[in-house]
């Protein structure tokens, strides 16, 4: 197998090129979001770039120290953002999803890193890339499924009124929507499985070609993490709406949303 080619930083610099042709196909069709596409290219860049320089350090100097805070620093900001753009939710909602996301996202993580790959939970290697991947997709999920359940409880407002009117129970309106959410939040996951291999070459199996990994042990890592990501989105989002619904009826079977 050859060795991974490095770009240097003029390479590197001409992918930039191609924005300037999304910047000129925004403006032909009048869509404003030029200053969107530009903070969040620059955001994307400083960001990555700034990760870039912390993991070296931590695969340079390899800490199990380094590994949780790194760790608990992603899980702290996947919830943070969930909950930032969900923040019509009661506090007991919120909590509800902070623990689902965090449980759910560091336990499957573990799972991952201890029993399919087999090497310690404190390995930077493997543990900080692992974990990104599947604590920001559980994060996108739960982000997902929240938006749409609530939307839908927004819209629905009038259809609820009315069946609470001819006496069904609050677990009998709110339970439909709960599960269109996770039907909702599990959808990508799933279209994008039914394509691999085929239509595409997932990141982190071509990434792991590209360093001169073989293909069939690519492979495995790929279908692994896919199906750990499925598995995280759809217990993260389960929980989190299973549990989080009931926040918003009392004792009494009194509805306050």
């Known amino acids: 197998m050859n060795e991974v080619v490095a770009m240097n ?3 590197f610099g001409l992918i ?3 924005l300037i042709i999304v910047l000129l196909i925004m403006k032909k069709c009048r869509i404003n979001r030029t200053k969107l596409l530009f903070t969040a290219s620059l955001r994307m860049t400083v960001q990555l770039a700034l990760a870039g320089l912390v993991l070296t350090y931590i695969l340079q100097n390899p800490h199990p120290l380094f590994t949780v805070a790194y760790l608990a620093l992603m899980t702290c900001f996947a919830v943070y953002t969930v ?3 969900n923040k019509g ?3 007991r909602f919120k909590i509800i999803v902070a623990a689902s996301l965090a449980g759910t996202g560091l336990t499957i993580v573990a799972f991952f890193i201890l029993a399919v790959v087999g090497v310690s939970l404190f390995n930077p290697q493997y543990t900080i890339p692992i974990s990104g991947m ?3 997709n559980a994060m996108t999920g739960v982000g997902l499924g929240l938006r749409v359940f609530n939307e839908n409880i927004r819209t629905q407002r009038v259809l609820i009124e009315n069946l609470q009117n001819i006496g069904a129970t609050p677990q009998k309106i709110l339970l439909p929507f709960v599960n269109q959410a996770l039907e909702t939040a599990l ?7 039914i ?3 085929i239509i595409s070459l997932p990141g982190m199996m071509t990434g792991q070609i590209l360093s001169g990994t073989l293909p069939m042990t690519a492979i ?4 692994a993490i896919i199906i750990a990501i499925c598995a995280v989105t759809c217990l993260a989002v389960f929980f989190s709406l299973f549990f989080g619904y009931r926040t918003l009826y009392n004792s009494r079977q009194q509805m306050c949303i």
């Open 9 to 11: 930083i003029w390479q």
């Open 89 to 91: 939710i009661n506090k």
């Open 195 to 197: 394509g691999m291999g």
């Open 83 to 85: 909950l930032s753009r």
């Open 220 to 223: 495995m890592y790929q279908i």
């Open 187 to 193: 959808l990508p996951t799933l279209n994008s499985m």
């Open 134 to 136: 599947i604590i920001g």
């Open 16 to 18: 930039y090129l191609l």
